[in-house]
C-alpha cells in the first residue's frame, strides 16, 4: 500500500512537468549543431568559405558562442572576423538546409554542400539537394526568407 501510495503521489507531481514538456521542445534550435554536440556548421570555420572558398576545419581553441552555438574556426584572424560581423558570415537560416527551409521544413545544412549568394552563406542537405537549390537560388532564397523563422516550430 504504502509504495502504491508514492507511485501516485510521484503521478501527481510529476504530472505538470509530462504536460508541459512536448511544448518546450517543440521548438527548434536557432541554429543547427550536431545530435550530440553544440556544434555549428560541423565544426567548420564559417569565415573561411569566404576567404579561402572552401569549407576548413575549425578549432576548439578558436571558438565563440554566437546564437547559443559554438561556432569554430581555423585561426585567432578568422574568429576576430566573424566577432566584427557574425551576420555576415554565420550561414543563412540558422545553417538547416536552406532548400528544405524554402520548402516549409528543416534539415541539417552540410558543410560540403555550400554557395554564397549576395555575400551569404547557404547550406544544402547533400549534392543532389544542393543541383535543386541551383535550378532557382533566388527564388528558393525568397521562399527561406518568407518561412523563416517561423519554419522552427514547426
Not at 504536460?19 to 534550435?29: I, M
Not at 520548402?103 to 545544412?109: D, I, L, V
Request: proline letters at 5%; aromatic letters at 12%; glycine letters at 8%.
Amino acid at each position: 500500500m504504502k509504495l502504491q501510495s508514492l507511485l501516485l503521489a510521484a503521478a501527481i507531481a510529476a504530472g505538470p512537468v509530462i504536460l508541459t514538456a512536448p511544448a518546450a521542445y517543440a521548438d527548434q534550435a536557432a541554429v543547427y549543431t550536431g545530435r550530440f554536440n553544440n556544434v555549428a556548421v560541423q565544426g567548420y570555420d564559417p569565415v573561411a568559405y569566404f576567404t579561402e572558398g572552401q569549407p576548413v576545419k575549425g578549432l576548439k581553441d578558436h571558438s565563440v558562442i554566437y546564437q547559443d552555438a559554438e561556432f569554430r574556426f581555423s585561426s585567432a584572424e578568422n574568429l576576430a572576423t566573424f566577432n566584427q560581423d557574425p551576420e555576415k558570415y554565420a550561414p543563412q537560416y540558422g545553417g538547416y538546409c536552406a532548400w528544405a527551409v524554402s520548402q516549409g521544413s528543416t534539415a541539417k545544412g552540410d558543410k560540403d554542400n555550400w554557395t554564397i549568394v549576395d555575400g551569404k552563406l547557404y547550406l544544402n542537405f547533400n549534392k543532389n539537394i544542393q543541383n535543386k537549390w541551383n535550378k532557382d537560388r533566388e527564388g528558393f532564397i525568397a521562399s527561406a526568407d518568407a518561412a523563416w523563422p517561423d519554419v522552427l516550430s514547426k
